[in-house]
């Protein structure tokens, strides 16, 4: 039988959806092939900010990989975009040459940023943030300038300003309005905000609007209206988007905004769709995901012929994070004369509640800080609830009635996937789900930002009622294994198993051989167990760690050798400068961590630079101890209160190369000016008189968290006492790629408190520590004495970017 010809144009997030919504109704049915513009498979576009830091990949938010695309027989084209479409012939014709039938086309070009279009917004160093591509930009500039201006003060601008701030970029954001994400908030939530992000270090200028982009080639400044003029090296552009319509309006299909469609999601044209941020339904556009997905449901039913409801439109409500701060609003959140608020201000546990009534219903609401209400606010909402019922659900909730028994089956759980409260009854009635990770495999719920698996447990809970398994609700460490990292551990530890693939086979590994995920978590939790007997696996590793070197974009490599405490000599410093001049390295950038980082130096010339450069790794690009970084201390600085760098080298020596299961940074400061950024490390020391006060679970990335207060102590033995036992308590019990910040608040500062309480725990965890580090091995002299390490790795490998 000939399958029906289904062509996506657009690889992202909407027209995916759709596809797999489908695929769920007709797997069979349709022969589909899809058209992305950009050169991957289909990612969270959502997720940029992390990619953006460094600390994630695009694997890390890819969403469907190229082996789903296979599994599905759907024939993707990355990197190939659609030049036009004749709707007469049922042709799409690509940039490529190649022309392509369908029987069902759907649209989902998604939006374009929109640049303000003032003199000189086409100068290098002026980018929009929108893809990968642009990413690449910012990381780009970061590299060589000081200076960055951020226009545009909504969620886009504030995740790239976010972004900027840790690439170390000093960062103006510059907003039209008086306060932050104008559309989401109301005055008071914006300005806490502000106020907020304020203290990590961005600067506002509001009520200001760009006149020019001043600069030669390459952008150097700002002008604004009122004749306020600033220096930049980069602007972003975050002022907005707009429906992507330019092909289908070239196309003769029906366009306004967006293109037109009706709740079908069907155009004027017979058989072509759109949906996405592209579309425009009942004179809305929409940039949410969850309306998104909704429209793919809808439009997937009509396609593939079932009987459903059209789509009838989306009370928008917002929950994000927006640099470790939580927001939510849900339809209106401006009052006037007809309207009625319930608010609750607490500005020192700094939290903010407005609830708006029109005519007695509930109308919208606008949260800050803690955002715990925010589905049962939406439901409300979205009912168009009496207040009376509002007040009624507080009660009932404070007495201990379960939030997703009194939901409807047609409430979302999972906004970010659209995946309904019926969804997630139906898949565990009918498919004997148990846990979290069956309900995320079978619908979705939970795979993009995880913030509903807290409903989701409760879901398990109700339904499930005397036979749900609270000992069961655990998280597999990848797709190859039902098991948990706890389960892996214990396994390994009372089977004594001593390599990957033992462990493997010994545990029912689905999938033969591993995977990217589970690979490199195995090879590390078997050489935490087994420190002095276990050989570390290289092929297990990611490509950072195999090669002992950042990989950058262009496959070449950044090498950043030791500094302990950030101090160095003229003798080293010689050795960098002949060096950068031996291997004409392209760039020479002090970092973050007090060291100096050449960047763009070839696989191959490697060993023979770190021969030559005669100095320890700085594993720059480990699942180990990366830098401490210190003040000049009480030796020089006249409010100093601790000899702060001889701390900081002593912990650097001390704890080098030891596995973590993430990187782990550390600071010392010697006095509470913080000069070192203590309160935003791992692991932070801070000199006061008479002794040192110890910060744990700081992180200054995307997810922006202050170190919490572990304890003071008097001598340094004692910081080093304390630090070790936390370090081994950490490599212990956290679960591979969890920082210390997240590990902090999974099991709580009190709770690792009362366990290194005890003396005689620390003494055996400082115990342990010792003995994994008595094995470690300087791996740049390794490679240098070995020549079969310098033949496998820098003569005869290819090396994979994707890590």
Request: hydrophobic fraction near 35%.
């Amino acid at each position: 039988m000939n399958k029906e010809r289904i062509v996506l144009i657009g690889n992202g997030m909407a027209g995916v959806r759709s596809i797999e919504e489908i695929l769920k109704m007709n797997p069979d049915r349709f022969h589909i092939t899809i058209f992305g513009e950009e050169p991957y498979p289909n990612y969270n576009r959502i997720q940029l900010s992390k990619v953006l830091q460094g600390d994630t990949t695009i694997a890390d938010i890819t969403l469907n990989d190229w082996n789903w695309y296979e599994d599905h027989h759907i024939q993707l084209y990355p990197g190939e975009a659609v030049a036009r479409i004749d709707t007469e012939a049922k042709y799409i014709h690509t940039t490529k040459k190649r022309a392509v039938e369908y029987d069902k086309l759907i649209i989902a070009t998604g939006s374009v940023p929109f640049i303000i279009p003032v003199p000189g917004h086409e100068k290098e160093g002026v980018t929009a943030f929108r893809d990968i591509k642009d990413c690449e930009k910012m990381i780009d500039a970061s590299r060589q300038y000081k200076k960055a201006s951020v226009i545009g003060g909504g969620l886009l601008g504030l995740e790239a300003a976010r972004g900027l701030l840790n690439l170390g970029m000093d960062v103006n954001v510059i907003h039209l309005a008086d306060f932050l994400m104008e559309r989401q908030l109301d005055e008071t939530a914006g300005k806490m905000l502000q106020k907020e992000l304020e203290k990590q270090g961005m600067n506002f200028l509001m009520n200001k609007q760009t006149a020019e982009i001043l600069g030669g080639e390459r952008v150097e400044g700002i002008r604004f209206n009122d004749g306020e003029e600033i220096e930049t090296d980069l602007v972003v552009m975050a002022a907005g988007i707009r429906p992507n319509t330019s092909l289908a309006k070239e196309s003769g299909i029906a366009v306004n905004r967006g293109i037109l469609v009706n709740d079908y999601m069907e155009t004027n044209i017979p058989d072509v769709y759109a949906v996405g941020e592209c579309a425009e339904h009942r004179e809305v556009v929409y940039g949410l995901v969850a309306p998104l997905y909704e429209q793919g449901k809808a439009m997937a039913a009509h396609i593939c012929g079932t009987v459903a409801a059209g789509y009838e439109g989306s009370v928008l409500s917002t929950q994000l994070k927006v640099s470790g701060v939580d927001v939510f609003s849900v339809g209106e959140i401006v009052e006037d004369e007809e309207t009625k608020t319930i608010k609750m201000f607490d500005d020192w546990k700094g939290t903010y509640k407005k609830v708006l009534i029109r005519d007695g219903k509930m109308a919208g609401a606008v949260l800050f800080g803690d955002t715990s209400e925010g589905n049962k606010l939406l439901r409300l909402i979205n009912k168009k609830a009496d207040v009376e019922d509002y007040i009624g659900a507080a009660e009932e909730t404070a007495g201990g009635e379960s939030l997703v028994a009194s939901m409807d089956d047609s409430e979302l759980i999972c906004g970010c996937n659209g995946v309904s409260k019926g969804d997630i009854v139906c898949a565990i009635k009918e498919n004997g789900l148990t846990t979290v990770d069956e309900v995320k495999g079978c619908t979705g719920a939970s795979r993009s930002c995880g913030g509903c698996k807290p409903l989701v447990v409760d879901l398990l809970a109700h339904t499930l009622g005397d036979s749900f398994d609270t000992s069961i609700q655990k998280e597999a460490i990848c797709g190859c294994t039902t098991l948990s990292r706890d389960e892996v551990v214990e396994a390994i530890r009372e089977k004594g198993l001593n390599h990957t693939k033992e462990v493997m086979n010994v545990l029912g590994w689905e999938t033969d051989g591993g995977c990217s995920k589970c690979r490199p978590a195995l090879n590390y939790y078997l050489g935490m167990i087994n420190p002095t007997e276990y050989e570390d696996e290289k092929a297990s590793k990611f490509v950072n760690e195999r090669m002992h070197g950042n990989i950058q974009k262009d496959g070449t490599y950044s090498v950043v050798p030791r500094m302990y405490g950030g101090v160095t000599s003229a003798d080293d410093l010689r050795k960098i400068a002949d060096v950068a001049d031996k291997y004409s390295v392209p760039l020479i950038k002090v970092t973050g961590g007090q060291r100096i980082d050449l960047f763009g130096v070839k696989k191959e010339d490697l060993p023979g630079m770190w021969a030559d450069l005669d100095m320890p790794s700085g594993y720059a690009y480990g699942k180990t101890l990366r830098t401490v970084k210190t003040c000049v201390g009480e030796s020089f600085c006249r409010f100093g209160t601790q000899d702060s760098m001889s701390m900081g080298i002593q912990m650097e020596k001390k704890f080098e190369r030891i596995g973590t299961p993430h990187k782990v940074k550390m600071a010392v400061s010697a006095c509470p000016r913080n000069c070192a950024e203590s309160g935003i490390k791992d692991i932070g020391v801070v000199g006061v008189d008479g002794g040192w006060e110890i910060y744990v679970g700081g992180n200054g990335g995307t997810h922006l968290r202050a170190a919490d207060l572990f304890c003071k102590v008097k001598t340094n033995e004692e910081v080093m006492e304390m630090t070790g036992a936390f370090m081994q308590y950490y490599r212990e019990d956290a679960v591979y790629l969890e920082r210390t910040a997240a590990w902090v608040e999974r099991v709580g500062l009190d709770h690792i408190k009362e366990v290194l309480s005890d003396k005689a725990t620390r003494d055996a965890l400082n115990a342990r520590i010792d003995e994994a580090l008595s094995v470690t091995k300087e791996p740049w002299k390794e490679v240098i004495e070995s020549e079969k390490i310098r033949k496998e790795l820098y003569e005869t490998e290819l090396v994979s970017t994707t890590k």
